[in-house]
């Protein structure tokens, strides 16, 4: 018996010891993610005025209910939507149709409280294009309509951001670039109506314009950041500023609680990181909050000789960065129009547990096979992981993401359509082709 008691305890500690390993890669970011598919129809590919990332939104969702948009291969603009747990999605082809051979002319949409669907589309310096569903949850729209009708002229970039309470936030610019104005509007749910907060809200002063990203967090407040540009061409692009709101985008104020004078001016914002003109700084990327409110910027710039993706956020009052260092090779922005570029520009997601937040980057990179990628670590601790999203390459596809669902379910659904991008406002000659969400539930940590 001396002789096999020893056996056995062996065995007992090789058998805790496999099952605890299996226990954590069960439960740890080690598990495999689970992608689900589904496809919804075929859209214009000729450039990328489907998948450009400042959509805001490409797709959304409203008490279970998710919808999206895009054009298709004639230029009209479709709209679909799909019920709770359906992979079958019904679509509408409405009315209207959109100037794709201008890869600046995105559809944004949002659903309000009442679950109204509102709809922007055809912009860049032209007057605005907007209408709103006819009933709550419908996709047939209204004849076209205006906000305010206060500076709806020169349109360019317009974007919703859902509040808390059910209103609605309405960014644009008015404007050329190089020499334009940042307008926000307010819609109201109980009254259905629009108005201006701020007809100059970052003022560029005739010489500079700002290419922003905007964030909503948990509390309602409007978290806002963006880059400078001096003229048209995109080499000129330098800085990264913030400010925020907490009351609705009526009154503004810097990271320390201290009020803006509006217009936000280049000589009064609160700069976040200086980054010096000809960096190849991206401008029009993400943002986003975390638990607390703090605010991270994602971005990319010439650094240490590569083009690398940055984050820029809020910790303990004060700004940092991470230098994420994976991508090892460098190219040079320059010049106007959309660019064809060998990386996307970056969504970023956060999630806090406890004392760590982990960071997750979106993304598209011809060091990747221009796959859909998503990168994530916790910052300040490990190192950053990758994993391919696609077996196969989306060309110039960016980053677009359901932000509801995410807020509400931590589930990352995320539009996806092979796109071509010539570069300088170039126009391919493919056929359509599919456009899909990608379906991620189980995000790594």
Request: glycine share 6%; net charge negative.
């Given at each position: 018996m001396n002789k096999i008691r020893p056996q056995k305890n062996l065995f007992r500690h090789f058998r805790s010891y496999f099952l605890l390993v299996g226990f954590l890669l069960l439960f740890s970011g080690c598990a495999s993610l689970k992608i689900e598919e589904t496809k919804i129809g075929?859209?214009?590919?000729?450039?990328?005025?489907n998948t450009v990332i400042f959509r805001q939104n490409a797709i959304t969702s409203f008490q279970?209910?998710?919808?999206?948009?895009?054009?298709?291969?004639?230029?009209?603009?479709?709209?679909?939507?799909?019920?709770?747990?359906?992979?079958?999605?019904?679509?509408?082809?409405?009315?209207?149709?959109?100037?794709?051979?201008?890869?600046?002319?995105?559809?944004?949409i949002a659903v309000d409280g009442n679950g109204f669907l509102h709809v922007s589309w055809d912009h860049h310096d032209t007057p605005l294009r907007y209408a709103i569903s006819k009933e709550p949850l419908g996709l047939e729209l209204s004849e076209e309509i205006q906000m305010t009708g206060i500076a709806e002229e020169k349109v360019s970039y317009p974007q919703f951001y859902n509040l808390p309470d059910g209103n609605l936030i309405f960014l644009y610019r008015s404007g050329q670039s190089g020499r334009g104005s940042l307008i926000a509007n307010s819609y109201n749910k109980d009254t259905k109506s629009w108005k201006q907060l701020h007809d100059n809200l970052i003022d560029g002063e005739n010489e500079r314009n700002a290419y922003w990203q905007a964030s909503v967090d948990s509390q309602g407040t409007i978290h806002l950041s963006w880059v400078w540009r001096e003229t048209w061409d995109v080499s000129t692009n330098h800085d990264i500023c913030y400010a925020r709101s907490t009351d609705g985008g009526f009154t503004w104020e810097k990271s320390?609680?201290?009020?803006?004078?509006?217009?936000?001016?280049?000589?009064?914002?609160?700069?976040?990181?200086?980054?010096?003109?000809?960096?190849?700084?991206?401008?029009?990327?993400?943002?986003?909050?975390?638990?607390?409110?703090?605010?991270?910027?994602?971005?990319?710039?010439?650094?240490?000789?590569?083009?690398?993706?940055?984050i820029v956020y809020l910790k303990d009052d004060n700004w940092q960065k991470e230098h994420t260092t994976f991508r090892k090779t460098l190219f040079t922005l320059g010049g106007g129009g959309t660019k064809r570029i060998p990386v996307s520009r970056p969504e970023i997601l956060v999630n806090s547990e406890g004392n760590f937040t982990t960071a997750y980057l979106l993304f598209r990179d011809e060091e990747r096979g221009n796959k859909v990628s998503l990168a994530y670590k916790k910052l300040n601790a490990d190192n950053w992981q990758i994993k391919d999203l696609t077996k196969n390459a989306v060309g110039e596809w960016e980053p677009n993401f359901d932000k509801e669902l995410y807020r509400l379910k931590n589930q990352l659904h995320i539009f996806v359509q092979k796109v071509t991008q010539i570069d300088g406002e170039g126009i391919a000659s493919e056929p359509a082709t599919p456009v899909r969400i990608l379906e991620i539930n189980n995000l790594p940590n």
């Open positions: 075929s859209g214009w590919a000729n450039n990328s005025v279970d209910h998710q919808f999206t948009a895009y054009y298709d291969e004639n230029s009209n603009l479709i709209l679909a939507k799909r019920n709770p747990g359906s992979d079958e999605w019904l679509l509408h082809k409405t009315h209207y149709k959109g100037n794709t051979k201008d890869a600046h002319n995105a559809i944004s320390s609680g201290e009020k803006y004078n509006l217009p936000i001016t280049a000589k009064t914002a609160e700069y976040a990181w200086k980054v010096p003109q000809g960096s190849s700084l991206i401008n029009q990327t993400s943002m986003t909050t975390d638990a607390s409110g703090n605010p991270y910027i994602a971005s990319y710039w010439n650094e240490n000789n590569s083009t690398q993706f940055q």
